[in-house]
C-alpha cells in the first residue's frame, strides 16, 4: 500500500514537471519571437535613419533615390518616429498619437520618453545642426510583451483544470466503487443473517435461559447493524436521532466488553443531554472505527480515553490513545482511501468514518495530535441542534 502511494505521488511529479516544461517552453519560445521582432524593427529603423541622412548630405538626389528614399520612410506604417534638431525642436515625426501631432512640446516630451527605451541616433552632418531620431516599439510589439505569460496562465490553468477534472471523475467513480461494493456486502450478510435470527428462535425455545444463547443474540444484532451500516452507504441517512449521550454510552458499553482487559477503556460525559440530529448507526460506526484502531495502536495495552464535551455552537468528541503515534505523513495521509500503516486491511474504516461525519453529518473529524511513541488524539467536530 505504501509503495502505491509512492507511486502515485511520483505519477503526480511527473506530471506536474511535464505540465511545467510545456508552459516554459512556450514562454521562452515566444520571447524568443518578440526579441526577434524587436531587432527586426532596430533594424528598419537603421535603414529609415540611412535613408534621412543620405536625403540630407545629397543636395540633388536622383528621381530614382528620391523614390526609394520616399518608399522606405513611407513603409513604416507601425513604429514611432521622432526627429528632432539639436535644440530638441520637432523637424518630423511618424506614427505617434493624433492628439499630440500639433503640440510641439508633448511631441518633444515623448521623443524623451522613447530614449529611456532606445537610445537616440544621432545624425551628423558637417554644418553642426545635427539631428537625433528617437524611435521605441510598435503598438504591436508593446502589446506582444505580455503575450507569453497571458499564454502561460491560460495554458498552466487549462492544464490544471484538466488534472482536477480527471481527478474528480476518479474519486466519484472510486465513490460508487466502494458504494456498490457495501452495498453488496450488505445484501451477502442478509441471506445467512435471517437463517441465523431463525435458528435462534428455535435454541430460546429449547434453552430460554441459556447464558450462550443471549450473547449469541447480541452478536446477531450485532451482524444486523452492520448490515444495515453497509447498505446506508452511498444513500442519504435520516438523522432522526437525537440523543448523542445515549449513542455514545451504548457504544461504550458494547467496545468495553469487547476489547482487551489490559485497555483502561475511559468515557467523560457531560452530565446534561447533548441533543445532536444524528444517525445512530453510522455515527456508531465512526466510533468504532477509531476505537479499533486505537486498540490497534496500543497493541492490546494502554490507555484509551474517549471524551464528550461542547465548545461554541459545537459537540466534540476526542478518542484519545496511548499507543505508537503517528509521522506526519502517516497523519496526512490516514483519511486517505486504501491507505493503511497494518500488514492487513483495506484502509477503508477512517475514509468511511470521514465520509459519515462530513458528507451525512456536516461535520468534521481530523487528527488533533499525534506524537510518535506517545499516542493519537482523533477529534470529531458536530454541529449542536
Known amino acids: 500500500m505504501l509503495r502505491r502511494t509512492i507511486l502515485s505521488k511520483l505519477n503526480n511529479w511527473i506530471i506536474f514537471t511535464l505540465m511545467t516544461l510545456v508552459v516554459v517552453t512556450i514562454v521562452v519560445a515566444s520571447t524568443l519571437l518578440i526579441n526577434y ?10 535603414i529609415l535613419v540611412s535613408a534621412l541622412k543620405f536625403q540630407q548630405e545629397v543636395n540633388t538626389p536622383s528621381l530614382e533615390v528620391q523614390e526609394l528614399i520616399l518608399q522606405i520612410y513611407s513603409s513604416n506604417t507601425t513604429i514611432p518616429v521622432i526627429l528632432l534638431d539639436k535644440d530638441d525642436r520637432p523637424i518630423a515625426h511618424r506614427n505617434i498619437p493624433g492628439e499630440i501631432e500639433k503640440d510641439t512640446f508633448k511631441i518633444t516630451e515623448l521623443a524623451k520618453k522613447m530614449s529611456k527605451n532606445y537610445p537616440a541616433i544621432e545624425l551628423k552632418f558637417p554644418n553642426g545642426n545635427n539631428q537625433f531620431v528617437y524611435y521605441d516599439n510598435s503598438k504591436l510589439l508593446n502589446n ?28 466519484t467513480d472510486e465513490g460508487y466503487l466502494w458504494a456498490g461494493l457495501a452495498k453488496e456486502t450488505a445484501h451477502q450478510i442478509g441471506t445467512p443473517l435471517s437463517s441465523m435470527i431463525g435458528w435462534m428462535e428455535i435454541m430460546k425455545l429449547e434453552n430460554p435461559d441459556s447464558e450462550g444463547v443471549h450473547e449469541i443474540e447480541k452478536d446477531i444484532e450485532r451482524l444486523r447493524t452492520i448490515s444495515e451500516r453497509f447498505s446506508k452507504i452511498g444513500s442519504v441517512p435520516e438523522l432522526n436521532d437525537m440523543n448523542f449521550n445515549q449513542t455514545i454510552q451504548e457504544n461504550f458499553n458494547y467496545l468495553k466488553t469487547r476489547i482487551s482487559k489490559k485497555i483502561n477503556f475511559t468515557l467523560n460525559l457531560p452530565t446534561y443531554n447533548i441533543l445532536v440530529p444524528h444517525n445512530k448507526i453510522l455515527m456508531s460506526w465512526v466510533i468504532e472505527n477509531l476505537v479499533k484502531n486505537a486498540v490497534d495502536a496500543m497493541k492490546g495495552e494502554g490507555s484509551l480515553l474517549m471524551s ?78
Request: charged share 30%.
Open 144 to 171: 506582444l510583451r505580455y503575450s507569453p505569460y497571458i499564454l502561460g496562465f491560460f495554458i498552466l490553468s487549462y492544464f490544471l483544470f484538466s488534472f482536477w477534472f480527471l481527478r474528480t471523475i476518479k474519486k
Open 308 to 385: 464528550v464535551f461542547e465548545r461554541n455552537k459545537n459537540i466534540l468528541i476526542e478518542v484519545k490513545d496511548t499507543g505508537s503515534g503517528m509521522t506526519k505523513q502517516q497523519a496526512r495521509n490516514a483519511f486517505k482511501p486504501g491507505y493503511s500503516t497494518k500488514k492487513r486491511g483495506w484502509g477503508l474504516g477512517l475514509s468511511l468514518a470521514k465520509r459519515v461525519v462530513k458528507e451525512y453529518h456536516n461535520g468534521d473529524i481530523k487528527i488533533s495530535q499525534t506524537e510518535v511513541g506517545k499516542g493519537t488524539t482523533f477529534r470529531i467536530t458536530i454541529k449542536k441542534a
Open 37 to 46: 521582432l524587436r531587432k527586426e524593427e532596430v533594424k528598419r529603423v537603421d
